[in-house]
């Protein structure tokens, strides 16, 4: 059994810089699950690109109010987000990035802000997950089929503490 410690924000930004992700770019990396639950059928569908979009806008939204200043625009955020949308991306590099949002962005000293940050993230999974494809449609929990649920569970677990997912 090897020793594993948590990955820190520096470790994890370096990582990032791996993928050619930094900068402003970092806050982006939040998106990556929702593209993730948009491939777990294996295709990505009109609905879910839909609400793909809303997400984007709102997160944007939410990390200049953060800031206090626009420091994302929307039409880079999902520039960013469509070059994980046209071509399915490796599974496992997903799964990498994924595994960053946490020490990324849930390593704020303000527990509250971590908790909105994650609450934000599994809703509009859920949302693009649950929804039967067409925009504009609201969302059925019943609609889940089994990828999706474990690409919930899996974002889930990502985004938990390390004791409660351990």
């Not at 709102?58 to 200049?64: M, P, Q």
């Not at 625009?73 to 949308?85: C, G, I, S, T």
């Not at 909105?116 to 504009?136: E, K, N, Q, T």
């Not at 677990?157 to 409660?164: F, K, R």
Request: glycine letters at 6%; hydrophobic letters at 45%.
């Amino acid at each position: 059994m090897t020793d594993r410690r948590p990955l820190t924000r520096e470790d994890a930004l370096r990582r990032l810089r791996h993928f050619g992700i930094r900068g402003a770019d970092v806050y982006l990396i939040d998106l990556v699950p929702l593209i993730e639950m948009m491939w777990a059928d294996g295709r990505v569908q009109a609905g879910e690109l839909e609400r793909l979009r809303e997400a984007v806008r709102a997160h944007v939204g939410r990390v200049n109010e953060l800031a206090g200043y626009a420091m994302l625009k929307e039409e880079h955020a999902l520039a960013f987000a469509l070059r994980f949308v046209r071509e399915r991306p490796d599974p496992a590099l997903l799964a990498e990035l994924r595994s960053l949002v946490r020490p990324v962005r849930l390593s704020s000293s303000c527990e509250a802000l971590n908790q909105a940050v994650r609450h934000s993230l599994l809703a509009a999974s859920l949302a693009i997950a649950a929804g039967d494809g067409r925009p504009g449609e609201p969302a059925a929990g019943a609609d889940l089929d089994a990828a999706e649920r474990r690409a919930l569970l899996a974002l889930r677990q990502a985004l938990d503490d390390d004791e409660a997912g351990a």
